[in-house]
């Protein structure tokens, strides 16, 4: 069975300096992965996605992830915050299977972005 | 930019009254999905849809919930007798043949009182 494990349910930065949020998954077979962000009283909104292509993959906003299969691991990262980058976001795995894929999330990092 | 479109936003509903979630999804998409997301946990996988059928449901989806697609462009969620537990954010989502993202909806806010 496919699962998420986001290792951090909080992290704090300064503007300006890199962001790192953690991603690590299970999964059976070869797995799809996303970056979903939500900001407060907002829909999700997809950052990046990883299919099997390059296993490094650069998101909207400056965003982007490696897919590291040794590791399990997707963590995404951008160079310099934003006070705008403040937000939820989400680690999603997704097994496309039947045509179709049911995703699967973690339980979310919570970014703040101090000034 | 496409967008899948939801309505309404926010929704207070009396317990064990019916609710009804409209979703419009992207108009070219054949897959679509509702998940929810009660304040403070995950987004959970509620039911997909495809061919005018449910494809898989969880075990969240019990006989109190049900979808339906009546004309071909909306996409609708009924909870026939809510109970207060089913306050949450709904998501609607749709995605394309061979999509590997999920375009979703902003959510309905559905608080059962």
């Known amino acids: 069975a496919q699962s998420v494990t986001q290792l951090d349910s909080h992290v704090s930065v300064s503007e300006g300096t890199p962001v790192l949020l953690r991603c690590n998954y299970s999964?059976?077979?070869?797995?799809?992965l996303f970056w979903y962000v939500q900001h407060p009283n907002k829909g999700l909104q997809l950052l990046l996605k990883y299919t099997s292509a390059a296993t490094l993959v650069k998101g909207i906003n400056g965003f982007e992830a490696e897919f590291k299969k040794s590791e399990t691991s997707f963590h995404l990262t951008k160079p310099s915050a934003h006070m705008s980058d403040a937000a939820e976001y989400f680690c999603v795995v997704s097994d496309r299977f039947a045509g179709y894929n049911k995703l699967i999330f973690g339980a979310g990092t919570r970014l703040a972005v101090h000034p | 930019e496409p967008e899948v479109t939801q309505t309404p936003s926010h929704q207070v509903t009396q317990m064990g009254q019916e609710v009804i979630l409209r979703c419009v999804p992207i108009?070219?998409?054949?897959?679509f999905y509702w998940y929810r997301q009660i304040l403070g946990q995950k987004v959970e996988f509620l039911v997909s849809f495809y061919n005018n059928e449910i494809s898989e449901k969880s075990e969240i989806f019990d006989d109190q919930f049900s979808v339906e697609r009546p004309d071909g462009s909306n996409f609708t969620l009924k909870i026939r007798s809510t109970k207060l537990e089913d306050s949450a954010m709904y998501f609607c989502?749709?995605?394309?043949?061979?999509?590997?993202?999920?375009?979703f909806g902003s959510g309905t806010r559905l608080t059962v009182v």
């Open positions: 999964s059976s077979y070869s797995p799809s």
């Open positions: 108009s070219n998409h054949l897959y």
């Open positions: 989502a749709s995605t394309g043949e061979s999509d590997y993202g999920y375009t």
